[in-house]
Each structure stands twice: as C-alpha cells, then as structure tokens.
Nanobody, 115 residues
Framework: QVQLVESGGGLVQPGGSLRLSCAAS????????MSWYRQAPGKEREFVAQ????????NYLRSVEGRFTISRDNAENTVYLLMNSLKPEDTAVYYC????????WGQGTQVTVAS
C-alpha cells in the first residue's frame, strides 16, 4: 500500500526557513523521480520542485528558484524540501508525490509564513 507522509511544516516569520520531509513507502522509491507540490487556500495545487531518480536533475517553480532546494535519500525512501527566505506567498499545504503522480495524496504539511 502506497504511503506518502509529509512533515516539517509550521509557522515561520518572513525570511525564515523550514525543511520539509516526505517519507514514502509501498513502491520502488529509487526508481522514480519525486516532486513537491503546494496548495494555497482557494487555489489549485501547483508544482514546486522535482528531483530525478539519481538527484542529477532538479527543476523548480520559477518563484521558488534560488530559495528552495529539493533533495532525496534513496536509502531512507525520503524526499526533502529545504525552504529559505520564506515569503507570505509561500503559505500553503505542501505535498509530495511520485512522478508520474499517484491518484493518492498524503495529508500534506501546513506551512504558514507570517509575522
């Protein structure tokens, strides 16, 4: 059974940092690229970042490029998102998923950027 468990969110002031984690199970994690997505209140879910199987290729939403870093640990079946210089517009629930995405989504982790 596929499981995606996101964690690490919280309330942070503008300019602050958070590191999100996503623990994956139920599929061959190292065989797939992984992505982070986010959904702000009243908005559609949007792509944030993607990492290839070997971590050699990284892609980012333009508005987070240079501030966010995606990484993965294939031995631990975990993908991370380090978020620096956070802005109020980064406030959202953050999710991870495989590429191609499962229909199933985890519960996400709430990130709130406010002073």
């Amino acid at each position: 059974q596929v499981q995606l468990v996101e964690s690490g969110g919280g309330l942070v002031q503008p300019g602050g940092s958070l590191r999100l984690s996503c623990a994956a199970s139920g599929f061959s994690f190292s065989n797939y690229p992984m992505s982070w997505y986010r959904q702000a209140p009243g908005k559609e879910r949007e792509f944030v970042a993607q990492i290839s199987r070997s971590s050699s290729t990284l892609n980012y939403l333009r508005s987070v490029e240079g501030r966010f870093t995606i990484s993965r640990d294939n031995a631990e079946n975990t993908v991370y998102l380090l978020m620096n210089s956070l802005k109020p517009e980064d406030t959202a629930v953050y999710y991870c998923n495989r590429v191609p995405a499962f229909q199933y989504w985890g519960q996400g982790t709430q990130v709130t950027v406010a002073s």
